[in-house]
C-alpha cells in the first residue's frame, strides 16, 4: 500500500511571499489532516477534512492559511502571505473514519517550510 | 481541554541500557484512545501502539513495552535494551471525543532519546 505523498519536501521562501503544499492520501482514506509542528513542539492541527468537507479547522489561522480537498481525494495547503513564525515542519496524514477504525493514523514524510 | 505532558526533553543512553519515556495526560472523554509515535531524523511519523482507555493491559511488543494507568494518567513507554536505531524523538498523544467519530490527536512536546553505542 502506498504512503501518504506529501510534496514539495523543503521549500525556502522570504517572508510575505506565498506557498503552497500538496498531499496525496492513502487510497480509500476518507479523513485527512493537515499538522504544523514547529521545531522542538508536537504536531498541532491545523485543519481536519471528512471527504471534502471540513470538520475542524479552529487551529488555522485563516487570515494567511487556507487549505481545501476537492473531489475528496489529494489536498493542497497555502500561506499567503507568509511570516517568520510560519517556519515549521507541515504534515499529512490520512485515516479511513476519523481513526476509529484504524490504527491510528498514517503521517506524510512532512514539508519542511523555511521562511526567511 | 485535553493535554499531554512528555516531562522528559531529552534523554541519553548507552547501548543496552533500557529506557522509560514518561507520558501523562488529561482528558474529560470517557473513551479516548492513547498513542505513540516514533520521529527518526526523516522526520516521519511512525506509528507505535494505540491504546483505549478501557484496555489497561500492558503490551509487549519485541523490545518495546508499555504501560498503561488510568489512576495515574500515565501511559509510559519502556525500550528494553536499548539500539542507536532507536534514537529519535518520541510522542505521545490522545484522541478523543469518539462519539462523534471525527478525532484529532493532540500531542505532547516529545521526548528525544539518544542512544550512544
Known amino acids: 500500500e502506498a504512503g501518504v505523498a506529501q510534496s514539495p519536501r523543503y521549500k525556502i521562501i522570504e517572508k510575505r511571499q506565498s506557498v503552497a503544499f500538496w498531499c496525496n492520501p492513502i487510497s480509500g482514506h476518507a479523513t485527512l489532516y493537515w499538522y504544523q509542528q514547529i521545531l522542538g513542539q508536537g504536531p498541532k492541527l491545523l485543519i481536519q477534512?471528512?471527504?471534502?468537507?471540513?470538520?475542524?479547522d479552529s487551529q488555522l489561522p485563516k487570515d494567511r492559511f487556507s487549505a481545501e480537498r476537492l473531489k475528496g481525494v489529494d489536498s493542497t495547503l497555502k500561506i499567503q502571505p507568509a511570516k517568520l513564525e510560519d517556519s515549521a515542519v507541515y504534515l499529512c496524514?490520512?485515516?479511513?473514519?476519523?481513526?476509529?477504525?484504524?490504527?491510528?493514523?498514517?503521517f506524510g514524510s512532512g514539508t519542511r517550510l523555511t521562511v526567511v | 481541554a485535553q493535554k499531554v505532558t512528555q516531562a522528559q526533553t531529552e534523554i541519553s543512553v548507552v547501548e543496552k541500557e533500557d529506557v522509560t519515556l514518561d507520558c501523562v495526560y488529561e482528558?474529560?472523554?470517557?473513551?479516548?484512545?492513547l498513542f505513540w509515535y516514533k520521529q527518526p531524523p526523516s522526520g516521519e511519523l511512525v506509528f507505535l501502539i494505540r491504546?483505549?482507555?478501557?484496555?489497561?493491559q500492558n503490551e509487549i511488543s519485541g523490545r518495546y513495552s508499555w504501560n498503561f494507568q488510568k489512576s495515574t494518567s500515565s501511559f509510559n513507554f519502556t525500550i528494553t535494551a536499548s539500539q542507536v536505531v532507536d534514537s529519535a524523538v518520541y510522542f505521545c498523544?490522545?484522541?478523543?471525543?469518539?462519539?462523534?467519530?471525527?478525532?484529532?490527536?493532540?500531542f505532547g512536546t516529545g521526548t528525544r532519546l539518544l542512544v550512544s553505542p
Open positions: 498523544a490522545l484522541s478523543g471525543e469518539v462519539d462523534t467519530g471525527f478525532q484529532k490527536l493532540v
Open positions: 491504546r483505549n482507555s478501557f484496555d489497561e
Open positions: 496524514a490520512s485515516s479511513l473514519v476519523g481513526g476509529l477504525l484504524n490504527y491510528g493514523y498514517t
Open positions: 477534512f471528512q471527504n471534502n468537507g471540513v470538520v475542524d
Open positions: 482528558t474529560r472523554d470517557t473513551t479516548y484512545y
